[in-house]
């Protein structure tokens, strides 16, 4: 784990010393120098203001609130001050074992916490702090707790009228508003109404930011697509790598009348058909998910009734 850790923190250069280009003017010609992305270790201290010690979270229960594909979520108190008042909290634990590529799993985590820190909406989840031992192989995003759950969840609890699912639907396009009209705009990357949680006073607030993006120039056009920061922080300059373009990338098998997807940070069920044709997540297919997050809203269901048929989902869409 140490080993992990050191490679972790210290794999990335704040410049890149290798390159000649990033010396200045060579042979008489002048060259900009490349942009890079700071160290896992620099971009942990400029955010010190939030880091909190494991001692001052106490896990409610030993098992946890809710599972996902890289990280599970537990409920927790997180004590404040001298240590009288406690808040309740969400603990994302992001998960790594040793299949992990240790440089990929820390870009992840400092950049999704890196986006939570610059977000302030009354429609989007609050950033609380983080927790981080890399040697120890801890990587938590704490967060304000959202009692209950997510949208799915609360609609199957009860009959709820119109007036309550169109207030969820307007909260959820606030956000999402927010989020697109920010300078630059961001783009979350994988809205669904399992990343939308409903407070005690019944309002919508967007949560899961680990497939957002911030956009250097909005993606309404083809020729924006590469221009964007991807989900680790690094500058996208056209064409974008294999290891920077990974994230939306899929493998489809076909195989006994089966289609097997693998691979992409979104889920299919939400996908607008562009990306689920291998283009990279945009403000529009942002939008096409709120879409289909209404249409769940209204009907109590998941789309494409409720199928969870990998082809039948990609010939419906």
Known sequence: METFAVELLESVPDLDDRNPSSQ???NGNSSEPKLKRSSVRVRLDTLSDLRIHTDAINFTSSQPHGCGGK????????????GS????????????HDDINARKFGNEFVHEVEMLAQL???????????????????????????????VSEFLATGEWEIPERISLIKDTFSGLEYL???????????????????????????????????????????????KVLDVTGALAIAPATDEQMDRTQITIVARHNELTLTGPAWSLRWAAPEVALGEPQNLASDIWAAGW???EVCHSGHIVSQRDNISYIYSAL
């Open 120 to 150: 302030s909406h009354k429609n989007i989840v609050k950033l609380i702090g983080f927790v981080e031992d890399l040697q120890e192989g801890k990587a938590w995003i704490v967060l304000s707790w959202v009692p209950n759950g997510n």
């Open 24 to 26: 200045g003017p060579q």
């Open 180 to 226: 697109h009209t920010r300078q630059p705009p961001i783009c979350h990357g994988d809205l669904k109404s399992l990343n939308i949680l409903v407070s005690a006073s019944y309002r919508a607030i967007i949560t899961d930011f680990g497939s957002a993006r911030i956009l250097k120039e909005a993606e309404e056009r083809r020729e924006d697509q590469d």
């Open 293 to 295: 997050t209404c249409w």
């Open 85 to 96: 008042d406690e808040q309740e909290v969400a603990v994302k634990k992001l998960r790594y």
């Open 71 to 82: 990280a599970e979520v537990a409920k927790a108190t997180l004590k404040q001050g001298d």
